[in-house]
């Protein structure tokens, strides 16, 4: 096969996309779509090798998947095992069950299963995750397997009937894809069938030049090519639906560089650069290295990375990459130094170790592990910035339990999502006693008749939450105890940074003014019963992580004062400038009057953390501020 420099450009590209992505470079807003070139680039690759061997009669599928194993495994088990130290150090025994489930989810090769299955890729959350990144490895490694039984089912049929083949085949989970992604987006973001189109698309590419073996010279096409890659980077965003038809612009573009572009085009030239070659001959090794580096430091800083920090880090990634490169990806691609069949036994010992250090270090994470500064324990911390839920776990859903009730006959219905949950403490130790009912749905405002459309949860998450608002309105409506109704949120559904759904599925355009429309249809409906709403507002937002911060603080032995921040860098000011339009519909009660005295944001008070996140109440943080300043008598008194 002849080496095509533009194609190591290609990569270099790629990962400066991914980099600056999750470097948090808003700029790059789409660089996520690194990923994308990379698999077309895979698909490619391969294509054209098996292509080769079987012309010349020495295609080996055990030989096929020797080389796949020399070509991922070392670096990924070295980094990987990298990992694990920093963690149990680092992490909180939660935090750390997650990391070592996904250690060994990287060494049976289902990385994508596992993340699956936890927050979606675009959350802040998923910055503290070492190993997320091994999702898309764990995808090449599945379609490196399924796709040369393929090529063996296909041995006897011609070129273009390979080429139809593929193209039918990628169209079809390409629409499949697109079919799904209203109601899983999760799926068609993680798993082979919805991905597979992209590899078969750069498989396609090499089917289709395999009797010319090289490239078509078309300049304006390259231009095209790698305009599709570039502007998306910019215009995409964690809202953008992806993949889906949105897909098609940086693969169809990676597809356009490899098919029209080689070494002597104006496009081919720049990709040939020696600075993007030798970018893109260590960018596997600087994809592996970037997440665990940039989620360890995210979890030392709270996730309050500067940008200037982030470009330490890259240059930091580019450095161990070389040396990774160097000192593992050669030597274990070398017949020569490692013999085939031991490089293999190699491989699988210590995808083995890996599996086992994974499954035996999470069962000697011991929580009870004490903090010499402070004599608290990991377990203490975990349960003092512990998930907080109101009054039981059962209240984050639509529920008549008695859990989710204080007193035999409630006044007062708390209403909303995570933000109202957090204020059920405090209602239940206020000074002023009440009976209340909390009726709560996490990510789900208290406004009828819509919802916003987050892309990690899908259409269906957004019609649960208007189906949840519209039960707890109906059921409002049979309840003549309750005179006062408590709501409390986020309130990013009055906001424009997310599209707006209906019951319907339909997704709205981003509509601030809708948004408030449909509030106030939702307050005047609750006067209309007969009933009292009272707004309550969210506590103001940190600009890091508070309660990581005071759990990294007391760990450190440092003073919590360090987790404070003025009142003026909180970063839900939107939130509050909005809900002052409500100030003459009903009742507003301001939490960050009483959070933020003389405009200083207080983490902690008395011993006690105030907040278990960036935004939310701890359980004792909540039950301190309904001791002191009788959140009850604030919301009842007229």
Known sequence: MNYRPEIDGLRAIAILLVLFFHANFTLLSGGFIGVDVFFVISGYLITRIILTEVQQGTFSLVRFYERRIRRILPALIFISGICIPFAWIWFLPDDYKSFTNSIKSVATLTSNFHFLGENGYFRKSSALKPLLHTWTLSLEEQYYIIFPLLML??????IKTKWIFFLLLGSVSIVFSCITFPHSPLATFYLLPFRGWEFLLGSSCSIFLFKTRKPYQLEWIGLLGLGLIIVPSFIFNETTPFPTFNALYPTVGTALIIIFCDSNTFVG??????????????????????QPIFAFYNVLSYQNTKSETYLLLIVLTLVLSFFSWKYIEIPFRNKLSLPRGVSVIFAFLFLGLLYFAGYHSQNSMSGGRKIASSGDTFHDLQVRVGKNSGLDWECREFTHSKKCQRGTHPSVLLWGDSVAMHLAQALETSPTEISFVQMTKAGCAPVQGISIFIKAFGIEKGKKCIEFNENVLQWLETQDSIKTVVISSLFQSLLNYHPLVDLQGNIL??????????????????????????????????????????????????????????????????????????????????????????????????????????????????????KTYDLAGMILER
């Open 509 to 626: 355009k981003k509509s601030r003014n809708y948004g408030l429309k449909q509030f106030i249809k939702t307050i005047n409906r609750i006067k209309k019963m007969g009933k009292t709403p009272v707004i309550v507002s969210p506590i103001p937002q940190g600009p890091f992580n508070v309660g990581m911060c005071l759990v990294r603080h007391r760990i450190d032995g440092f003073s919590s004062t360090k987790c404070d921040f003025p009142k003026n860098e909180m970063k839900n000011k939107v939130t509050f400038k909005t809900l002052k339009k409500f100030k003459s519909l009903t009742k507003v009660v301001w939490l960050d009057r009483f959070i933020c005295p003389n405009g200083h944001c207080d983490s902690e008070r008395e011993g006690v953390f105030t907040y278990m996140d960036a935004i939310h109440f701890s359980k004792e943080g909540s039950t301190l501020f309904g």
């Open 269 to 290: 030239k720049f990709l040939s650069q020696k600075i993007l070659v030798g970018l893109g001959i260590i960018s596997y090794s600087a994809y592996l290295w970037h």
């Open 153 to 158: 089912l296909l041995k006897k049929f011609s």
